[in-house]
């Protein structure tokens, strides 16, 4: 895919470097090929650890949960190796940033692995992804980012590659379905709950206005384009978004798999995604949006190119 040299304007050789990040649901590494214009995927590899569950019930990171994190850097340490990676850079989100213990995980991690996981605020989390979506849906004109993760939703207003304001509010898909205690097919109350939690915090984003087009990342934008456009078609309608989290929610957890092309673990996520984003849109006086094919770990292979994050330099 071709990308705006507004993005990559230094890149004078090819190069390959890998991004993780640990999140709410899952971890996730990306191995990036860049060359001039270019960006090319050479390895993409998740695991699912459920770590928001784990933090939003005891608000720590149990050790058997730390050792499954160990186990996954090595795992993304082989990987990045075997593809010639020169460095690699694994950060954590929300989950990692709000475990009462983080600080004393991440060292243990650093001692087993000799991997540094770096955490990000929030906003910068959403300045990362939005330099990713630049890839493929820059505009010029006043717009809206949003990205939907398993503790926390970003929205932000943006002009061309600048982001003007960033709001980070807690309704994650997992702490939404811990918080209104979801289950399939879901009751109208735990429904109800959502919906008002969802909106409280979207109070916070009335003053954005104005804007031309709404763009989406992260892995909860991409299940709905899976559920919703077997042709992969990049525009969601708000329309499609409701009546897909009123379907959802009357459908047991077999027959939603069953229906849309999803793995369980990201179709029980579609029914509080779909309310979060769709609430949003309505909120925003925006009736479409299109979802991006590229994220945060994207984002930060470019960070490191550009010089603004070092990562770790792997040895051969």
């Given at each position: 895919?071709r ?29 990036g ?24 019930s ?15 850097v ?15 850079l ?45 890839l ?6 006043p717009?809206?980012f ?10 932000c ?52 206005r104005?804007?031309?087009c709404?763009?989406?990342a ?8 899976k559920?919703?456009h ?19 929610g ?23 995604g ?21 994220g ?20 051969k």
């Amino acid at each position: 895919m071709r990308l705006t040299p507004i993005i990559i304007n230094d890149i004078i050789m090819k190069r390959i470097i890998s991004a993780a990040d640990f999140g709410s649901n899952t971890c996730h590494l990306i191995v990036g090929s860049t060359t001039p214009g270019n960006f090319n995927v050479l390895a993409d590899e998740s695991e699912w650890l459920y770590l928001g569950k784990e933090i939003g019930s005891t608000g720590k990171i149990s050790s058997e949960s730390t050792q499954r994190i160990i186990d996954t850097v090595e795992k993304f340490k082989k990987t990045s190796k075997k593809c010639k990676c020169e460095k690699m850079l694994i950060f954590g989100t929300e989950s990692l940033r709000s475990a009462s213990n983080s600080e004393k995980v991440l060292q243990k991690i650093k001692e087993k692995t000799d991997i540094e996981i770096l955490l990000i605020p929030g906003d910068e989390e959403a300045r990362i992804s939005h330099k990713a979506t630049m890839l493929d849906t820059f505009t010029s004109a006043p717009s809206l980012f949003v990205e939907v993760g398993g503790g926390s939703t970003q929205v932000c207003y943006c002009f061309g590659t600048r982001i003007q304001e960033v709001v980070s509010m807690p309704i994650g898909t997992s702490r939404l379905i811990a918080k209104c205690n979801i289950t399939y097919p879901c009751p109208q109350e735990s429904i109800d709950k959502i919906h008002e939690i969802v909106d409280k915090e979207l109070e916070k984003i009335s003053h954005f206005r104005d804007a031309d087009c709404m763009v989406a990342a992260g892995g909860l934008a991409r299940g709905a384009i899976k559920a919703l456009h077997p042709d992969n078609n990049r525009n969601l309608d708000l329309i499609e978004l409701e009546y897909l989290a009123e379907t959802c929610g009357k459908l047991s957890e077999e027959t939603l798999v069953e229906r849309y092309p999803l793995k369980t673990r990201r179709a029980v996520t579609i029914l509080p995604g779909a309310i979060v984003i769709s609430k949003i849109m309505k909120k925003l006086n925006m009736n479409e949006l299109t979802v991006s094919n590229f994220g945060i770990r994207e984002g930060m292979i470019l960070e490191i190119l550009e010089g603004n994050y070092p990562g770790t330099t792997l040895k051969k």
